[in-house]
């Protein structure tokens, strides 16, 4: 059976596995900005979140090394399918990431459980206090805590009713309260800078990225049985970039910038011969930064940490 254009539209949105492809086809320079680390770019030079695990490195050790950085040409064109969901990937694939990373999959039940006990003390907000709140969700990976758009175990597509990701929560509050397109935005727009999380590999990351964006696109249609226009994904894909990012938990810095040298330290022996002792120096790695939405400036994510 041939898909008409709507058919094929609707799908492309409701898929578990976000094609870079499409993204890059449809939205040009939105895939570029999903890649964005905004503590390493500059004005003039912008920077991309990098791989920070080897998951690839046999398409090309320079192209696809951790400390690379993860460009758009790399996961599109005849790379468009590298980088998938966890519970689309090889069980193998799986397993080496638990093994290395501690990568594992949290049950959408239990997300659901987690965040309605956290949620049960906000429900009385009104709608500007509820989505002004600020969630985090550490240790992001595909983001569920965020957005449930599929199963994390299954794959399986979750319909708008059943997803409990916290930003689902507040667009679905959203959605049932307002009926003006304009301030319906506004308040979407504040959902999404109260909302954060942080990755430390790279391609769960930019998958976390692109399901915060597409669940926007969810909300959006069902709410005005119309695509947004280009603008208003683009602005929801600088957020985003800006609000998941990658850090090392741990240390608050850029993961695989940390460095150790070796140096050679003198002692003076008692036969007035000096004998090198070899030492290792542990240099920092680069400060993570986030986004202050009240000052509109970045600052660095541990400046409040003690």
């Known amino acids: 059976m041939k898909l008409n254009d709507n058919d094929q539209e609707i799908n492309k949105y409701s898929s578990t596995d976000i094609l870079e492809n499409t993204i890059r086809e449809t939205m040009p320079e939105i895939l570029n900005i999903l890649l964005m680390d905004r503590t390493t770019s500059k004005?003039?030079?912008?920077?991309?979140?990098?791989?920070?695990?080897e998951n690839y490195?046999?398409?090309?050790?320079?192209f696809y090394?951790?400390?690379?950085?993860?460009?758009?040409?790399?996961?599109?064109?005849?790379m468009g399918q590298i980088i998938k969901p966890r519970a689309l990937k090889s069980r193998e694939l799986q397993k080496e990431r638990t093994k290395t990373r501690a990568e594992v999959f949290t049950p959408t039940w239990v997300v659901k459980r987690?965040?309605?006990?956290?949620?049960?003390d906000y429900l009385d907000d009104d709608l500007e206090t509820y989505v002004s709140r600020t969630w985090l969700e550490i240790t992001t990976g595909e983001a569920p805590y965020m957005a449930t758009r599929y199963d994390m175990e299954t794959g399986e597509f979750i319909p708008l009713i059943k997803r409990v990701g916290f930003v689902d929560r507040k667009l679905r509050r959203i959605n049932a309260?307002?009926?003006?397109?304009?301030?319906?935005q506004r308040l979407v727009v504040k959902a999404y800078k109260a909302s954060y999380g942080f990755e430390w590999s790279g391609d769960s990351l930019l998958l976390a990225r692109e399901n915060l964006l597409y669940t926007y696109r969810d909300f959006y249609?069902?709410?005005?049985?119309?695509?947004?226009?280009?603008?208003?994904?683009?602005?929801?894909?600088?957020?985003?970039?800006?609000n998941l990012f990658q850090m090392d938990g741990l240390k608050y810095v850029i993961p695989m910038t940390e460095k150790k040298e070796k140096v050679l330290e003198y002692q003076v022996s008692l036969f007035d011969d000096e004998t090198p002792e070899e030492q290792w120096k542990i240099k920092p790695g680069k400060r993570v930064k986030i986004m202050n939405w009240q000052t509109n400036k970045m600052e660095f994510f541990d400046k409040e940490v003690k």
Do not use: C, M
């Open 57 to 62: 490195i046999k398409y090309g050790s320079k």
């Open 177 to 184: 309260e307002v009926d003006d397109k304009a301030e319906w």
């Open 65 to 78: 090394a951790a400390t690379s950085q993860i460009r758009s040409e790399l996961v599109t064109g005849q």
């Open 221 to 242: 249609f069902d709410k005005w049985l119309e695509e947004p226009v280009y603008g208003l994904f683009e602005d929801i894909a600088e957020i985003i970039s800006y």
């Open 114 to 120: 987690q965040n309605d006990e956290v949620e049960k």
């Open 43 to 53: 004005p003039r030079k912008v920077k991309n979140i990098i791989w920070a695990n």
